[in-house]
């Protein structure tokens, strides 16, 4: 006979996904009641199925619902009516009998199985108090369901706990609209993040049970609503049973690393129709969930004292409404999204369905006074975001700009981006509307921001995808032919900053004039500048970090400078050639400083110097953020490494000690780097796919020597492989810049060739087959 372990293993191996939460909660239904049947016997319970003798088993939470995931808790009530010294378990945790009452022989078999369990031994009067007083309890316990025992019993319960919430439904929901708000701060959305919490986030499984909860407390959905959120509900459902099968993990958090075979798994097209089912499944939660929390909140308001003098708009019951035709005025949209988006208070729901049905696409050219409109929405911020959004969700936002629907719910493989397209996008207009006060022209920065990925939605580079549609974008909106250029050139530049500042060198007056010549004029480039700080916040802390904004700052104002004509600084390494730095050099001696997160290496010039300091580096699990090298005539090198500060103080006197080994030889660096590789890993965070090696060389961007840009998967050891080649190949490092972009690293070398600062074609063909070699 077959163990219930091994019946559970087959079910969840072979059950439809749709299926198996059902099948899985009814095959452990019938297990525990057995269990429970034969436990309560023995504890000299006999004749526990009927009814008066005071105990009963009782499933809760989601085991309630008959909604069993693989990795879900199996949550527990073992309910009497007062004998709680024969029910409360003392056993210890190893007892092989399960010690001599009967919650000790129930739960132990559980844990034998390896199961999650969450279990209480409490009296009827016990359970109702704490369900009156505790929020978590009471909710656990609407969805209570009888497994065995005493069935009269467990029906007073249910019947107890029911006649509670309806007693209590003000504050019964009142406590559900805290817990719901609490959790949305805490877990993120469903529907934008690219990483989703389907459980606890804001869109995700939790809210559908807090919509049915304050349901019982008398809170009415329309039917059509109830039909949409059932099958949002069970596209999450599915997707949580999934991701518990690939993973053999109880985690609800959908990660890209997870996300191919899951989908795979689920029938999918592909990871990305998968995601985008998970965003419109998430949205249609989260958008119904606030419907109901806004309505809850404006029954116990009170009226509000704001008054509107646009015709066409009113306002009702704390609600924004919609009296007029939006078909016969197509701008009344914006008027009440701006109102909106000010005041805090909704579009109702009958105007949003008004909406839907009769709001007209917009024209080419838009009306007199839209694009004023449009600026103002843009410009109030995330206030504008929920706003916007549910404009979208009732396919409105699309006929005010119709280039927006490719990018709805779309998700990025990318190794850095939180929010799908669409989110992302709304994110930076409103990031860039908090910085409207720093240019000359905030209607264009707002714009901008909307437009800078706008591409992303359709096929090819996304860039040059955005310019093509931002031009006509532009000028149906009303900005003139000189405005709609510099918002194609916004979008054309849009990460132009971030890259020069981050993988080429400051101190090569060539790149200044590169960006100069870009940006053509001062104003330009304040808008771009702004513009690229909100699309990196927006896009994710790995996007921007003390470190690059450093350097973008750096950059913008050495351009500013060189196109006002006030740059007098000299080229070459004005950071790295301090007055120290020269003293040490003239000293002709081995000499190592370490200060916060530099450390600076002075040596006689010779191959391989730079490669040994940054393999210490690695071998001490310190990852380089920017590495500058300087070879003076006189024979003397400096190379200077700015590191990724790490979570506890660094150890100099060890790194420094090991660097002077090595530059003796005396370290077996590739060896030990190796061994570290072996014992550590790294995630690939953000990543379903590694990520591919390439190597570009760049012999005009740069003064008096090569750029040499390699891509490759993260790793323990790499800088020290790639430095290690390129001295090898008879390249002298002048300056690097190193990057990591989750479990990409994007490192540049400014490097100079035994015959001069040109690499031919030849040459560079080795040196890419040898990186290759050593990366592979």
Known sequence: MTSFGERRAALIGAADAAELP????ALTDSWLAERFETEAAACGLAGSEAEGTGVSLVAVGGYGRGELCPGSDIDLLLLHDGRDALLEGGGALGDSSHGGNLADRLWYPIWDEKLKLGHAVRSLPETLELAASDIDTATALVDARHLAGDEALTARLIEGVGADWHQNASQRLDELQRAVSRRHSQSGEVAFLLEPDLKTGRGGLRDAHAIGWAQLADVELPAADTERLAEAYQTLLRARVELHRTTGLRSDVLSADDQDAVAQRLRAVDADAFMAEIAHAGRIIAFLSDQLWSSVAR??????????????????????????????????????????????????????????????????????GARALFVELLSCGHKAIDVIETLDYFDVWTRVLPEWAPNRNRPQRSRYHRFTVDRHLLEAVATAARFTHRVARPDLLVMGALLHDIGKGYPGD??????????????????????????VRLVQHHLLLTDVATRRDLDDPLTVATVARAAQTPEFLELLAVMTEADCLATGPMAWGEWTSNLVTALVEMTTEHMSGADQAPPGHRRLLTQEVVELMAAGEVALRAEDDVLTVVAPDERGLFSRAAGVLALRGLDVLQADAYSSPAGMAVSSFRIVPPDTPVDWDRVTF????????????????????????????????????????????????????????????????VTRVLAEMGLDIRSAKIQTLANEVVDSFYVVGPDGPVIDEAHQREVELALRHALA
């Open 462 to 487: 996304h860039t040059q995808a955005g310019m093509r549609l931002a031009g006509p974008i532009a000028r149906r909106c009303g900005w003139s032919a000189d405005d709609a250029d510099t918002l």
């Open 22 to 25: 059902a099948a899985l909660s």
């Open 658 to 721: 090991d660097v002077r080994r090595s530059l003796r030889g005396h370290l077996a660096l590739e060896a030990r780097i190796a061994e570290r590789a072996r014992v550590y890993r790294r995630r690939r965070a953000l990543s379903a796919t590694r990520a591919a090696t390439s190597v570009t060389f760049d012999a005009e961007s740069a003064t008096g020597a090569t750029i040499v840009e390699v891509r490759t998967e993260d790793h323990i050891g790499v800088l020290y492989k």
């Open 299 to 368: 029954e116990h308001a009170e009226p509000a004292g704001f008054d509107i003098d646009i015709a066409g708009l009113s306002v009702r019951d704390g609600e924004l409404v919609i009296d007029g035709d939006p078909a016969a005025d197509v701008v009344l949209v914006l008027h009440a999204a701006v109102q909106s988006a000010r005041s805090g208070m909704p579009i109702s729901r009958t105007s949003l369905d008004k909406l839907a049905e009769r709001q007209a696409p917009f024209p080419d050219p838009w009306p007199h």
